[in-house]
């Protein structure tokens, strides 16, 4: 008995390591990087945010938030957008993860390296690219060119948790709702759409948040009808003396989206307690 837990720990003791290094040394990188540009920046945004000119403290970049005009009709614009291409991305990227998860494996790869080839341009000259092919089209509506941009720059983020949480399903069950009798709407909305449901919630995540806070997609298709939260934070970067005041709204936006944030893990939360207890 004594030599079988100790063999048991010995076996436990060798899983923690790899070639005599901790598993947790691996980690010592990404902790690094994480505090240089994470944890630090968010730092120097809060020391700039919550200071004036002179160093000194002060909540007046964020009173300032409040006495501009027109600044909540621009965040709420800015939301209404990013709300509109992730619901867009969405219904786009569903029904083609559904169609790449039960492709044929030999064709898999191809039809996702089709959708994924783009994003290994920068962002920018796909969008200067969609500008040309806007022009060509006689698309005159600001609005219409920023939105469509934003789906076509964020379409890769949502597709790809949705086709990762799609090809992994098991499909017993499916079978199983099939053996039952049930037809493929009521599989797809039973089975398929509430077991998908963490894909669902990481895309949206992943496409809401950057385009929120966006502005080089609006700067480069819209005008300055179509400014958006990000663009005014931009514009406070670019002057002289603004970045107090600009680091304020970046602040507040990511307190909104870190809201954001919450709620989808509670959602995500939700769905697993649910799962485990049916």
Same mark, same amino acid.
């Given at each position: 008995?004594?030599?079988?837990? *100790?063999?048991?720990?010995?076996? /436990?003791?060798? /899983?923690?390591?790899?070639?005599?290094? /901790?598993?947790s040394a691996f980690a010592v990188p990404y902790a690094a990087l994480s505090v240089i540009f994470v944890?630090?920046?968010?730092?120097?945004?809060?020391?700039?945010?919550?200071? $004036?000119?002179?160093?000194?403290?002060?909540?007046?970049?964020?009173?300032?938030?409040?006495?501009?005009?027109?600044?909540?009709?621009?965040?709420?614009? #800015?939301?209404?957008?990013?709300?509109?291409?992730?619901?867009?991305?969405l219904l786009l990227a569903y029904p083609l993860a559904l169609a790449l998860a039960s492709t044929a494996?030999?064709?898999?790869? %191809?039809?996702?390296?089709?959708? %994924?080839?783009?994003?290994?341009?920068? +962002?920018?000259?796909?969008?200067?690219?969609?500008? =040309?092919?806007?022009?060509?089209?006689?698309?005159?509506?600001?609005?219409?060119?920023?939105?469509?941009?934003?789906?076509?720059?964020?379409?890769?983020?949502?597709?790809?948790?949705?086709? +990762?949480?799609? +090809?992994?399903? $098991?499909?017993?069950? %499916?079978?199983? #709702?099939? $053996?039952?009798?049930? #037809?493929?709407? *009521?599989?797809?909305?039973?089975?398929?759409?509430?077991? +998908?449901?963490?894909?669902?919630?990481?895309?949206?995540?992943?496409?809401?948040?950057?385009?929120?806070? *966006?502005?080089?997609?609006?700067? =480069?298709?819209?005008?300055? $009808?179509?400014?958006?939260?990000?663009?005014?934070?931009?514009?406070?970067?670019?002057?002289?003396?603004?970045?107090?005041?600009?680091?304020?709204?970046?602040? =507040?936006?990511?307190?909104?989206?870190? !809201?954001?944030?919450?709620?989808?893990?509670? %959602?995500?939360?939700?769905?697993?307690? !649910?799962?485990?207890?049916?």
């Amino acid at each position: 008995m004594n030599n079988a837990t *100790t063999a048991a720990d010995g076996g /436990k003791k060798n /899983k923690l390591k790899i070639r005599g290094v /901790k598993r947790s040394a691996f980690a010592v990188p990404y902790a690094a990087l994480s505090v240089i540009f994470v944890v630090v920046p968010l730092f120097i945004m809060l020391y700039y945010a919550f200071t $004036d000119g002179t160093g000194h403290f002060t909540f007046a970049n964020f009173a300032h938030f409040f006495v501009r005009p027109n600044i909540i009709k621009v965040m709420g614009r #800015s939301f209404l957008v990013a709300f509109i291409t992730t619901a867009a991305c969405l219904l786009l990227a569903y029904p083609l993860a559904l169609a790449l998860a039960s492709t044929a494996l030999n064709k898999k790869f %191809i039809l996702v390296m089709l959708f %994924i080839l783009p994003m290994w341009i920068n +962002s920018l000259l796909r969008t200067y690219a969609m500008k =040309i092919v806007l022009h060509i089209l006689n698309v005159s509506n600001a609005w219409v060119a920023v939105t469509v941009g934003m789906v076509y720059d964020f379409f890769p983020f949502m597709l790809m948790p949705l086709y +990762s949480v799609l +090809s992994g399903m $098991d499909k017993s069950l %499916i079978e199983a #709702s099939q $053996d039952l009798g049930a #037809s493929a709407a *009521t599989t797809l909305f039973k089975v398929r759409l509430p077991l +998908s449901l963490p894909g669902i919630v990481s895309g949206v995540l992943m496409v809401f948040m950057p385009t929120v806070s *966006t502005f080089a997609i609006s700067d =480069i298709l819209g005008n300055t $009808d179509t400014y958006m939260f990000g663009n005014v934070i931009d514009q406070w970067f670019r002057n002289t003396g603004g970045w107090n005041v600009g680091s304020a709204y970046s602040f =507040i936006l990511l307190a909104l989206i870190a !809201v954001t944030v919450v709620v989808a893990n509670r %959602i995500t939360k939700g769905h697993k307690e !649910v799962g485990g207890v049916l």
